[in-house]
């Protein structure tokens, strides 16, 4: 009786993972992502929900301040200078052949943790796919950045959505409500996508 139980279960579960559809590429995928205040974070844990993989958040050697101001100044010399920060997170990418890209849009640029991340990390002939939260000024120039830090890449549709204001005190502002809305957008855009990073 347990065993037919179990077996019922496994078979159920089998099927959910098929209509999930990227259950022969799972291994081969990694979500990383540059997170501060948790929106990004919750995009990828919603990738993560749908097409499985692996989810690492990318950590620095050297972590920035929680001080606002001083993050953003920090940020702005960094951009300036061209200075990439030194990453704690070293990522074997042999095993991967899909990259869910994430990070928010830092000094309406690509965060320079992530600029680290491509320059560091040989991704060529990786299907990458950038994601983005902001505080509702849109991506900048970040994604554009991507395609230029990695130009032997296969760079498809990415997702962006309005996060956090942390400027104004909002930070984790992709929950509730508006986390059921971002859902239904996100799924949607993995849909369309589903097609270009399953290779059978
Ligand atoms: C240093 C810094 C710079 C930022 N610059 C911008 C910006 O130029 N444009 C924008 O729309 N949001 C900007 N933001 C807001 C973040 O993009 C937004 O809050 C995002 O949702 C944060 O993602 P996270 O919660 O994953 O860290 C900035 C935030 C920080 C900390």
């Known amino acids: 009786m347990i065993i037919s139980r179990l077996l019922f279960i496994i078979f159920l579960v089998s099927g959910w993972c098929s209509a999930q559809g990227y ?12 997170s501060r205040t948790n929106n990004t974070k919750v995009l990828a844990e919603m990738i993560h929900e749908n097409v499985g993989g692996n989810l690492v ?10 001080n606002y101001k001083s993050i ?21 990418m042999d095993k991967y052949d899909t990259v869910f890209l994430g990070f928010p849009t830092w000094g309406m640029q690509l965060p320079p943790p992530i600029k ?16 983005n939260t902001n505080a509702g000024y849109g991506i900048g120039s970040s994604f554009r950045t991507v ?21 104004d005190g909002i ?17 949607e855009w993995l849909e369309k996508l589903k097609p270009l990073t399953i290779k059978n």
Do not use: M, W
């Open 72 to 92: 953003v100044a920090q940020v702005a010399e960094e951009n300036r200078t061209g200075f990439l920060p030194p990453l704690k997170t070293q990522i074997n």
């Open 23 to 34: 259950e022969n590429k799972a291994d081969n995928i990694l979500i990383v992502y540059l």
């Open 147 to 167: 395609e230029s830090l990695c130009s032997d890449c296969n760079i498809l549709e990415g997702f962006s959505v309005t996060g956090g204001i942390e400027r």
């Open 116 to 131: 680290s991340f491509l320059t560091r990390h040989d991704l060529k002939d990786k299907t990458v796919i950038p994601f």
């Open 171 to 187: 930070y984790l502002a992709i929950k509730g409500n508006r986390k059921v809305e971002v859902k239904e957008l996100l799924v």
């Open 57 to 66: 958040a990318l950590e620095l050697k050297n972590p920035y301040p929680q």
